[in-house]
């Protein structure tokens, strides 16, 4: 069982930054592939970015890319989402979520465990 929090969410203006953190309780985060989704108003949740679980790998979505950044500190059982050059368009609640598969890591289905969500909001 792993429990995940999301903390850092907030109100931004268009073209700025805000850095996501997920931090898991529970055994052997290590062992999990960590992935940031997102979800906006009337629309299905999306895959944002996802890592492996030694870090050596990173995915994201291409509305992301070159923007955000997915991180993680095995250390501190925490996963990060630096998120730059806000747009209006990234306005959504991003849930965190753990799985075991990187095969599907894109998927919403190769995910086991999510967190409650944070809330991000870009002002343009």
């Known amino acids: 069982q792993v429990q995940l929090i999301e903390s850092g969410g907030g109100l931004v203006q268009a073209g700025g930054s805000l850095r996501l953190s997920c931090a898991a309780s529970?055994?052997?985060?290590?062992?999990?592939?960590m992935g940031w989704f997102r979800q906006a108003p009337g629309k299905e949740r999306e895959f944002v970015a996802a890592?492996?679980?030694?870090?050596?790998?990173?995915y994201y979505a291409d509305s992301v890319k070159g923007r955000f950044t997915i991180s993680r500190d095995n250390t501190k059982n925490t996963v990060y989402l630096q998120m730059n050059s806000l747009k209006p368009e990234d306005t959504a609640i991003y849930y965190c979520?753990?799985?075991?598969?990187?095969?599907?890591?894109?998927?919403?289905?190769?995910?086991?465990?999510w967190g409650q969500g944070t809330q991000v909001t870009v002002s343009s």
């Open positions: 979520a753990a799985g075991s598969l990187l095969t599907f890591a894109t998927m919403t289905r190769g995910y086991d465990y």
């Open positions: 529970g055994r052997s985060f290590s062992s999990y592939v």
């Open positions: 890592i492996s679980r030694s870090g050596g790998n990173t």
